[in-house]
Protein backbone atom coordinates (compact mmCIF):
# COMPACT_ATOMS: atom_id res chain seq x y z
CA UNK A 1 0.00 0.00 0.00
CA UNK A 2 1.33 3.50 -0.97
CA UNK A 3 1.21 4.80 3.00
CA UNK A 4 3.51 7.73 3.72
CA UNK A 5 4.52 8.07 7.38
CA UNK A 6 5.79 11.28 8.76
CA UNK A 7 9.18 11.56 9.81
CA UNK A 8 8.46 10.98 13.85
CA UNK A 9 7.11 7.99 13.13
CA UNK A 10 10.53 6.20 12.43
CA UNK A 11 11.68 7.92 15.24
CA UNK A 12 9.14 6.81 17.11
CA UNK A 13 9.36 3.28 16.35
CA UNK A 14 13.19 3.59 17.05
CA UNK A 15 12.93 5.05 20.26
CA UNK A 16 11.41 1.90 21.29
CA UNK A 17 14.16 0.03 20.53
CA UNK A 18 16.62 2.05 21.90
CA UNK A 19 19.32 -0.17 23.45
CA UNK A 20 18.91 -2.93 20.90
CA UNK A 21 22.37 -3.65 18.86
CA UNK A 22 23.40 -6.22 16.49
CA UNK A 23 20.34 -8.15 14.52
CA UNK A 24 18.15 -7.14 17.16
CA UNK A 25 18.17 -3.42 16.12
CA UNK A 26 14.99 -2.14 14.81
CA UNK A 27 13.27 -5.26 15.03
CA UNK A 28 10.08 -3.57 15.66
CA UNK A 29 7.04 -4.88 13.26
CA UNK A 30 6.98 -1.17 11.68
CA UNK A 31 10.73 -1.32 10.39
CA UNK A 32 10.24 -4.98 9.11
CA UNK A 33 7.17 -4.70 8.00
CA UNK A 34 8.65 -1.44 5.57
CA UNK A 35 11.82 -3.97 5.18
CA UNK A 36 9.44 -6.40 3.76
CA UNK A 37 7.42 -4.57 1.26
CA UNK A 38 10.16 -2.74 -0.41
CA UNK A 39 11.84 -6.53 -1.29
CA UNK A 40 8.28 -7.32 -2.18
CA UNK A 41 8.18 -4.50 -4.43
CA UNK A 42 11.58 -5.03 -5.36
CA UNK A 43 10.95 -8.72 -6.63
CA UNK A 44 7.86 -7.63 -8.73
CA UNK A 45 9.54 -4.24 -9.96
CA UNK A 46 9.19 -5.41 -13.85
CA UNK A 47 5.50 -6.46 -13.31
CA UNK A 48 2.87 -5.12 -15.75
CA UNK A 49 -0.78 -5.19 -15.33
CA UNK A 50 -2.99 -6.82 -18.53
CA UNK A 51 -5.01 -4.61 -20.56
CA UNK A 52 -8.08 -6.15 -18.58
CA UNK A 53 -6.69 -5.13 -15.13
CA UNK A 54 -5.47 -1.57 -16.27
CA UNK A 55 -9.23 -1.42 -17.94
CA UNK A 56 -10.75 -2.33 -14.51
CA UNK A 57 -8.56 -0.12 -12.57
CA UNK A 58 -9.58 2.55 -15.01
CA UNK A 59 -13.33 1.83 -14.15
CA UNK A 60 -12.50 2.20 -10.40
CA UNK A 61 -10.59 5.23 -10.27
CA UNK A 62 -13.31 7.07 -12.85
CA UNK A 63 -15.53 5.80 -9.70
CA UNK A 64 -13.53 7.21 -6.70
CA UNK A 65 -12.44 10.79 -8.70
CA UNK A 66 -15.85 11.22 -11.09
CA UNK A 67 -13.20 11.95 -13.31
CA UNK A 68 -12.52 9.70 -16.91
CA UNK A 69 -9.39 7.46 -17.00
CA UNK A 70 -8.74 6.63 -20.59
CA UNK A 71 -5.60 4.34 -21.36
CA UNK A 72 -2.95 6.91 -21.81
CA UNK A 73 -4.18 8.70 -18.59
CA UNK A 74 -3.65 5.96 -16.47
CA UNK A 75 -0.35 5.38 -18.18
CA UNK A 76 1.05 8.74 -16.61
CA UNK A 77 -0.37 7.82 -13.60
CA UNK A 78 1.36 4.08 -13.76
CA UNK A 79 4.55 6.22 -14.86
CA UNK A 80 4.85 7.68 -11.29
CA UNK A 81 3.82 5.40 -9.36
CA UNK A 82 5.23 2.56 -9.73
CA UNK A 83 3.72 0.85 -6.71
CA UNK A 84 0.75 1.31 -7.93
CA UNK A 85 1.75 -0.30 -11.31
CA UNK A 86 2.22 -3.92 -9.25
CA UNK A 87 -0.64 -3.26 -7.24
CA UNK A 88 -2.71 -2.95 -10.33
CA UNK A 89 -0.86 -6.16 -11.75
CA UNK A 90 -1.39 -8.03 -8.75
CA UNK A 91 -4.88 -7.10 -7.89
CA UNK A 92 -3.94 -6.02 -4.31
CA UNK A 93 -5.85 -3.28 -2.22
CA UNK A 94 -6.91 -1.51 -5.38
CA UNK A 95 -9.10 0.77 -4.02
CA UNK A 96 -6.67 2.46 -1.39
CA UNK A 97 -3.95 2.46 -3.63
CA UNK A 98 -5.54 4.11 -6.56
CA UNK A 99 -7.34 6.58 -4.08
CA UNK A 100 -3.76 7.77 -2.77
CA UNK A 101 -2.37 8.22 -5.44
CA UNK A 102 -4.73 9.68 -7.47
CA UNK A 103 -5.01 12.23 -4.58
CA UNK A 104 -0.66 12.67 -4.37
CA UNK A 105 -0.78 12.97 -8.04
CA UNK A 106 -3.48 16.02 -8.05
CA UNK A 107 -2.88 17.46 -4.61
CA UNK A 108 0.26 15.81 -3.21
CA UNK A 109 -2.14 14.67 -0.26
CA UNK A 110 -2.91 10.99 0.61
CA UNK A 111 -6.66 9.96 -0.12
CA UNK A 112 -9.06 11.79 3.16
CA UNK A 113 -9.69 9.47 5.66
CA UNK A 114 -12.66 9.53 8.71
CA UNK A 115 -9.40 10.00 10.69
CA UNK A 116 -8.23 13.58 8.74
CA UNK A 117 -11.53 15.17 10.30
CA UNK A 118 -12.25 17.33 6.93
CA UNK A 119 -15.11 17.71 4.24
CA UNK A 120 -14.19 15.19 2.03
CA UNK A 121 -16.97 16.44 -0.69
CA UNK A 122 -15.32 19.71 -0.73
CA UNK A 123 -11.54 17.84 -0.99
CA UNK A 124 -13.09 15.78 -3.68
CA UNK A 125 -14.24 18.89 -5.42
CA UNK A 126 -10.83 20.77 -5.25
CA UNK A 127 -8.93 17.65 -6.58
CA UNK A 128 -11.83 17.77 -9.54
CA UNK A 129 -11.16 21.75 -9.87
CA UNK A 130 -7.13 20.63 -10.07
CA UNK A 131 -7.57 17.78 -12.16
CA UNK A 132 -9.40 19.55 -15.19
CA UNK A 133 -6.77 22.69 -15.14
CA UNK A 134 -4.53 19.54 -15.71
CA UNK A 135 -6.60 18.27 -18.91
CA UNK A 136 -8.76 15.37 -16.88
CA UNK A 137 -12.38 15.24 -17.82
CA UNK A 138 -15.20 15.26 -14.91
CA UNK A 139 -17.75 12.71 -15.94
CA UNK A 140 -21.01 13.01 -15.06
CA UNK A 141 -22.34 11.97 -11.38
CA UNK A 142 -24.73 9.25 -13.68
CA UNK A 143 -21.60 7.22 -15.05
CA UNK A 144 -20.49 6.98 -11.31
CA UNK A 145 -21.00 4.03 -8.76
Known amino acids: MMFVAKPDTALWYAQEEKGRTG ?3 H ?6 MQRDEVARLLKH ?9 LSAASKLLE ?15 LCLYPRLRIAI ?9 LS ?7 LGTSWPT ?11 AVLQQQA ?5 TKVSSKKRR
Open 23 to 25: PDA
Open 27 to 32: SHYWFR
Open 45 to 53: RDAKPTDTQ
Open 63 to 77: GITGLAWPSDRIQDL
Open 89 to 97: AFESDLEVE
Open 100 to 106: NAAGHFF
Open 114 to 124: FGDNIDAKAWL
Open 132 to 136: VLMGY
